[in-house]
């Protein structure tokens, strides 16, 4: 960043991650409670809730072909901003499994489209110091808290049908701080001298993109079930919003650190601890949930299982995926982690809960978490991995 417009260039930044984590805090933690209060079953919320992810696994990689082919990033996340908001408006009039169904998949399409590009404009407008990016996504992850732990408060005194009310608000603030990011940050990038069919056939990307898939869809229970899970042990929804909040708070202290953490420990033993911490984090929830002083702890774990991992793919992907396939690189990241990554882990763990139990949702979740780590000590060897 030039130095004379590095702060109001921050502030654009981390404006854009903060509304749309906001919305994402008041989706994630609280949508199956509204879906639930529609009268759906457990199986059908697990479908539903799939469906936003389901997207994730092609809409990235459209817009990113789009963008890294035109250059025209901020208005392909513009416009995609502006028709999610328009789509979910719909959920005001849907009723039924199918219209629901059908409004959740179209906004998440155009949703889905805009963090993966945004991440390439962040990075870019880095140059070369992308270990500050942790610096600018905390924001994201303020605005989640600020969202989870009100609307905790909220739902706990007001009606659920208060929620999408909020989430289209937030997602009013996404389109509005997209027109203050400055287009030329997104301008065409030099020809990359590897085709992506090579990129892609590298062992240790092909171990990354196995890796992130397996993260996210250990955190598919979490995402989907938490909320519902903590209820039925007798947590409040306050204290449930309490719980989501401390998790990314944990999340927030270690982007903070994280441009320090990256040069002194590297890549490689970061993701090596942050799967092993991932794994005991879905066990102490599988095992010890009638603890409030346990679940207190593993939520502070989410510092590692989604913040320390998320930071570290981020520059992975970004060391594998350059020149014109910056913005396929990070889709190929969001299509493949937190959709069909997430996807599998919502769907499966909605069967697990059905058929077996809730806890083994979790169990399974740990499982996921334990086979990254062994995965990354085997075939992940990038540099500043050591």
Not at 86 to 93: P, R, V
Request: charged share 10%.
């Amino acid at each position: 960043m030039k130095s004379e417009k590095a702060p109001l260039l921050y502030w654009r930044l981390s404006g854009f991650y903060f509304f749309y984590f906001a919305s994402l805090g008041a989706l994630i933690p609280y949508w199956s409670l509204y879906l639930k209060d529609m009268g759906f079953s457990i199986r059908e919320i697990g479908e539903l809730m799939a469906l936003i992810l389901i997207t994730k696994i092609i809409a990235p990689n459209i817009w990113g072909w789009i963008a890294d082919h035109t250059g025209r990033r901020m208005l392909i996340i513009r416009i995609g901003s502006f028709l999610a908001a328009f789509i979910f408006a719909g959920i005001f009039f849907s009723h039924s499994f199918w219209s629901v169904a059908l409004v959740m998949l179209a906004f998440s399409f155009f949703w889905n489209a805009a963090l993966p590009q945004f991440e390439v404009t962040t990075l870019q407008h880095l140059e070369d110091q992308p270990h500050r990016y942790s610096s600018i996504r905390l924001w994201g992850s303020i605005g989640f808290i600020l969202a989870v732990a009100s609307l905790g408060y909220a739902l706990e005194y007001y009606s659920i049908s208060l929620l999408p009310l909020s989430i289209f608000g937030l997602m009013l603030g996404i389109l509005v701080m997209s027109f203050f990011v400055p287009e030329r940050a997104a301008a065409h990038m030099p020809l990359a001298q590897v085709k992506l069919k090579q990129i892609l056939l590298r062992p240790e990307v092909l171990a990354l993109i196995v890796v992130c898939f397996l993260s996210q869809a250990s955190h598919g229970a979490y995402y989907t079930f938490y909320t519902l899970y903590m209820e039925d042990y007798g947590y409040s929804r306050s204290v449930i919003g309490q719980l989501w909040a401390l998790g990314v708070i944990a999340e927030v202290l270690v982007f903070l650190v994280m441009h320090r953490l990256v040069p002194y420990f590297g890549l490689r033993k970061l993701f090596l601890v942050t799967f092993l911490l991932t794994a005991l984090r879905w066990l102490l929830i599988a095992v010890y949930a009638d603890s409030l002083t346990v679940m207190l702890f593993a939520q502070t774990l989410h510092a590692a299982s989604f913040g320390i991992f998320h930071a570290v793919a981020i520059q992975l992907f970004h060391q594998h995926f350059s020149g014109q396939h910056a913005g396929k690189g990070q889709a190929i990241y969001s299509s493949i982690s937190f959709g069909a990554g997430g996807a599998f882990g919502t769907y499966l763990s909605a069967i697990l809960w059905e058929t077996v139990s809730p806890e083994s949702s979790f169990w399974m979740s740990a499982m996921m978490g334990l086979a990254a780590f062994f995965v990354v000590l085997r075939w992940i060897h990038a540099k500043n991995a050591r």
